[in-house]
């Protein structure tokens, strides 16, 4: 309770505090920097193979995963994180988590928070889809039940575009076999 503590103890034990603090910071910088040294640089092109050094530097993210730093164009990974979000099949929803495209494993939270301040940092306006992700904390299942309607609207739409002919013509003939 506060009555066992005085000022002068709670004044010490705050200053012990924000010392270990500013301690294991620079100790989690340390080992930070020593990592990223290490690491392999992975690729000097996008997924076009277009010179990454050609690009703005705002316009380009360098990602770290397991040991290796990846470089990728920001207007890259926009196209492919909507393409996750928004994906189905026929008329189902299959939200998909973005995977980095060069070892087909999935960015961890950390770097989609890292991709998602790196468009907002550039040039690029974020894009819905990935605002609302966000604002999901990037929790898919989260996201998927929230914007249900949403995303089957375009699940619809997609399948009334791109689906098989013989798919179209019989859930037309369901439709009509139900009334």
Known sequence: TDKDFTEEDIKKI???YVKSKKYLNIL???????????AIKYN???LFFNKISDYKTKHIVRLYANNTIYAFKISDLINLWIDCLIKSENLFCK????KNPYTNIEFSKTNLYNIFFAIKNSDYIVPS???LFFYEDFNIKAFTYKYYSR???IAIISFI????L????ENIDDEIKTI
């Not at 989690?28 to 290490?38: E, F, G, P, T, W």
Request: cysteine-free.
């Open 14 to 16: 705050e200053n012990l």
């Open 28 to 38: 989690n910088r340390l080992v930070y920097n020593y990592k990223i040294k290490k």
């Open 44 to 46: 000097d092109e996008d």
């Open 95 to 98: 939200t998909e988590k973005l």
């Open 129 to 131: 889809w990935i605002l």
């Open 151 to 153: 995303l089957k609207d």
């Open 161 to 164: 575009k791109d689906g098989p």
């Open 166 to 169: 013989y798919e179209k013509i």
